[in-house]
């Protein structure tokens, strides 16, 4: 048996059939280079109580010795997150369904509806989720810009994930890369006016703060790990909860 399980945003969130399915699994798998949690893997082996064998990207691409130990054993796969939000991981449920292995998938509190939730933000009304990777070398693509811009358009609100490799990137490194892509684009699709959130969701502490970019750009949001939400059309009740729960302006109500 192979079982994908979600362990939350930090571990200490994850559900209890999560908790009971990883600790039932004879061994136990883990993959955070898609996404982090914001603790330690030995906190959440201390969670857990029980040793995680960490993957690589290659071991995950190239997985056969986990499907073979999958067709003796009840492996667990542990994710931050929630497990199928990554195409990879739906591609290795897939071909352990096609060697005859029984798969089950325990979910996870994903940041695509906490960080919604937690401004106050209707999650039907957002567009496609945007990853924002830092540039390097002559590598500049402009793709993130393009999705806001496709996102705004049609008034929706845009999920912006931080890149993680590496040290992971900050809300504010966050907000100075989409100020260089107007520069290069100048489609005024990104403003020092444009509202936009932060929120930082960690075991200690939850940060949900918005306002306009050119004061947010130097605000302190903690430690990582940070997401960026740009705003759509707001609906009334969002535009209050941005105020009363975000501390954004109040004349984003007129």
């Not at 960490?54 to 003796?72: G, H, M, T």
């Amino acid at each position: 048996m192979l079982s994908f399980i979600g362990a939350g945003l930090y571990g200490y969130d994850m559900s209890i059939e999560a908790l009971q399915e990883a600790r039932k699994c004879e061994k136990l798998y883990g993959e955070f280079y898609t996404s982090k949690l914001s603790i330690s893997v030995e906190e959440l082996e201390k969670v857990i109580g029980k040793k995680i064998i960490v993957l690589e990207r290659e071991d995950i691409e190239q997985s056969q010795k986990l499907i073979e130990e999958a067709k003796k054993l009840h492996i667990g796969f542990i994710t931050a997150g929630d497990p199928m939000a990554a195409t990879t991981h739906v591609e290795l449920r897939l071909r352990a369904i096609e060697e005859g292995i029984e798969t089950k998938v325990i979910h996870g509190i994903s940041i695509v509806t906490a960080a919604s939730s937690l401004l106050g933000l209707q999650i039907y009304k957002f567009g496609r989720v945007i990853s924002l990777p830092r540039p390097y070398g002559s590598y500049f693509p402009l793709s993130p810009y393009d999705g806001i811009k496709e996102n705004i358009a049609a008034g929706l609100h845009t999920l912006v994930l931080l890149d993680i490799e590496g040290k992971p990137m900050t809300a504010n490194e966050a907000m100075e890369l989409l100020l260089k892509m107007e520069e290069k684009r100048k489609e005024g699709i990104i403003k020092e006016s444009t509202l936009i959130a932060v929120v930082s969701i960690s075991h200690e502490k939850k940060i949900a703060k918005a306002g306009y970019l050119k004061e947010m750009i130097d605000e302190e949001f903690g430690s990582p790990l940070h997401s960026l939400i740009i705003p759509g059309k707001l609906h009334f009740m969002e535009a209050k909860a941005l105020v009363k729960i975000a501390d954004a302006p109040e004349e984003i109500l007129k």
